[in-house]
Each structure stands twice: as C-alpha cells, then as structure tokens.
C-alpha cells in the first residue's frame, strides 16, 4: 500500500495488523501508560510540586491587592524605574504581575520558607520562567493562579516570559531573590 495511492481495499482496518506495526503500538501505549502514572506520581512525591489553584480575577481586584502588599512590605527600591522589592513574611500572600512588558514588584524571599505565590497577567498570555530552575506556569489573564512556594536555594533568579506576547516579550525580564 502507498500513502499516494488510495487504498487498494477501502476497509483498510481490516487488514492484518504487522507484527511491527504491532510492537510499536504496544511500546507506545506501554509507554503513555508510564507517563500518565508519573504524573500522579510528581503529584505527591516530587519536590517541585506545581499544582496550582486557580481562580477568576480582573485586573482591578488583582491590581488592588498587589498593590497592598507592594505598600506593607516593600524594603527598597531597584533600578531607574524604582521597581519595589517587596520582602513579605514566612507563610503570606505574594503577589506577581504580568503585563507589557514586565514582571512587577521583585520578591525577596527567604530560603525554606513557604509563600502562596499568586500570579496574573493584566493584559495578554504570559509565560512564568523560573531560571535557572525548571519551573513553568501559564499566566493568563482574568485567572489568578496560587502556587506554593518553598524556595529551596539562595540565590537571585530570573523570571522569563516564554509565552510570545509581542514586540518586546524578549525583554520582559522579572527578579526574585532567595536569601
Ligand atoms: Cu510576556 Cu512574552
């Protein structure tokens, strides 16, 4: 049988199946089988467990109680644009916007703490890129995604957006410090 060709019998599954053909069904199937327990598997024992909560939002509500905590808990300012580096307490609330072409305030957490990470875009789909870690969160607008977050290393982490989101996505470029 060729693919240019039409079939030469038209109920073409009813052809034997080839013992090939076969195997590479069984390896394939075999294999989403390990995936799909994997997944369920991360759940409860990885430790990069992104399960998220989500909810519906809008930019108003959103913004508003970004900005609460963004006036409770900034320690000082970066940069020319004085950006906010907000330092909130072990087990609070953190807020993170997403919007043209920026991640705002910059977090300062602190190593083996937990935080409920809250995460939206105000305009159009971002991309949360945690580097160098291996973390990825769609962010999409009206929704508000909550993560828990125990940062497990110090350092200074870059957040990337990896979801194209215009002319200037490659320079939307957030920050989170982990002491
Ligand atoms: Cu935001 Cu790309």
Same mark, same amino acid.
């Given at each position: ?16 199946? !080839? ?21 369920? =598997?991360?759940?409860? =024992?990885?430790?990069?467990?992104? /399960?998220?909560? &989500?909810?519906?939002? &809008? ?11 963004? @006036?409770? *808990? ?6 020319? !644009? ?10 609070? !609330?953190? =807020? ?18 937990? *935080? ?6 105000? @305009?159009?789909?971002?991309?949360? /890129? ?12 009206? *929704? ?32 989170? *410090?982990?002491?």
């Amino acid at each position: 049988m060729s693919a240019i060709l039409p079939p030469a019998e038209r109920l073409w599954w009813k052809h034997p199946l !080839d013992r090939v053909e076969g195997t590479w069904i069984a390896i394939a199937f075999a294999w989403c089988m390990v995936m799909f327990f994997m997944m369920i =598997y991360w759940h409860a =024992y990885g430790k990069q467990n992104l /399960s998220t909560e &989500t909810y519906k939002t &809008t930019p108003e509500q959103f913004s508003a109680k970004a900005q609460a905590v963004v @006036d409770k *808990y900034t320690v000082r300012t970066e940069t020319a !644009d004085k950006i906010p580096v907000v330092a909130p307490p072990e087990g609070s !609330d953190v =807020y993170l916007v997403a919007r043209l072409w920026a991640w705002w305030p910059i977090l300062e957490l602190e190593k083996g703490k937990t *935080y409920k990470l809250h995460l939206t875009a105000m @305009d159009y789909n971002h991309g949360f /890129s945690l580097q160098p870690a291996n973390i990825n969160i769609q962010v999409v607008p009206g *929704y508000e995604h909550v993560i828990k977050v125990t940062p497990n290393q110090s350092g200074t982490f870059s957040v990337v957006c990896n979801e194209y989101c215009g002319i200037n996505h490659h320079q939307m470029v957030g920050r989170i *410090y982990v002491k």
